[in-house]
């Protein structure tokens, strides 16, 4: 069992509450017992869980709606298992809607995990997506600095000379000048 596997259940053993589905779903080796648990009525929000991560995992994509639900979900835990899998499934579907939950100014609270994943992804949606997130924070008194701050670490790790405008509007700005300095080092020479 690997790190976000062994995390995923921990976290969920207290909500499932003693279930013996819990151990059926973690146990399993049967992708259509997990797709059952994903799609069957009235299923507890962490047994669907459970079964799109580890469909995900399996590269099954039949979880690839429910992981991008819960990749925009208030539970930052749920968001982290949720990229997990997404990266894993490899859907060429997970950019776009990577990029559209981060860049959606609404959902800016729940971004962080979008803007992580879209860094992983490093897929042609993945600069431009974080290019207007990033600029959209720069307002004065924004409250989001941390996912503001994803995204100049990720433009960074990208690479891309595009970024270079952002990333140097973003230098005045005290949470985000240190790591936007060292992203424009990480850019291509101009």
Same mark, same amino acid.
């Given at each position: 069992?690997?790190? !976000?596997? @062994?995390?995923?259940?921990?976290?969920?053993?207290? /909500?499932?509450?003693?279930?013996?589905?819990?151990?059926?779903?973690?146990?399993?080796?049967?992708?259509? /017992?997990?797709?059952?648990?994903?799609? &069957?009525? &009235?299923?507890?929000?962490?047994?669907?869980e459970i079964a799109a991560f580890r469909l995900g995992c399996h590269g099954d994509?039949?979880?690839? /709606?429910?992981?991008?639900?819960?990749?925009?979900? @208030?539970?930052? !835990?749920?968001?982290?298992?949720?990229?997990?899998?997404?990266?894993?499934?490899?859907?060429?579907?997970?950019?776009?809607?990577?990029?559209?939950?981060?860049?959606?100014?609404? @959902?800016? #609270?729940?971004? +962080?995990?979008?803007?992580?994943?879209?860094?992983?992804?490093? #897929?042609?949606?993945? =600069?431009?997506?974080?290019?207007?997130? +990033?600029?959209?924070?720069?307002?004065?008194? !924004? *409250?989001?600095?941390? =996912?503001?701050?994803?995204?100049? !670490? &990720?433009?960074?790790?990208?690479?891309?000379?595009?970024?270079?405008?952002?990333?140097? #509007?973003?230098? *005045?700005? *005290?949470?985000?000048?240190?790591?936007?300095?060292?992203?424009?080092?990480?850019? *291509?020479?101009?």
């Amino acid at each position: 069992m690997d790190e !976000e596997s @062994r995390s995923l259940t921990d976290r969920l053993r207290g /909500e499932a509450g003693g279930s013996p589905l819990f151990g059926r779903l973690l146990a399993t080796q049967d992708d259509e /017992e997990l797709a059952a648990a994903l799609t &069957g009525a &009235g299923q507890p929000l962490w047994a669907r869980e459970i079964a799109a991560f580890r469909l995900g995992c399996h590269g099954d994509r039949r979880a690839f /709606e429910a992981l991008v639900l819960l990749l925009n979900h @208030r539970d930052p !835990e749920r968001c982290v298992s949720a990229a997990h899998a997404l990266l894993l499934l490899a859907d060429p579907r997970t950019p776009r809607a990577a990029a559209a939950l981060a860049t959606n100014p609404l @959902r800016t #609270a729940y971004a +962080l995990h979008p803007v992580r994943l879209l860094t992983a992804l490093r #897929a042609p949606e993945s =600069v431009p997506a974080l290019i207007t997130t +990033l600029y959209r924070l720069l307002a004065p008194a !924004e *409250p989001h600095w941390r =996912v503001a701050l994803a995204c100049v !670490e &990720g433009l960074g790790t990208l690479g891309d000379d595009r970024a270079r405008p952002v990333l140097e #509007a973003a230098l *005045p700005h *005290p949470r985000l000048g240190v790591a936007a300095a060292e992203a424009l080092g990480r850019l *291509p020479a101009g």
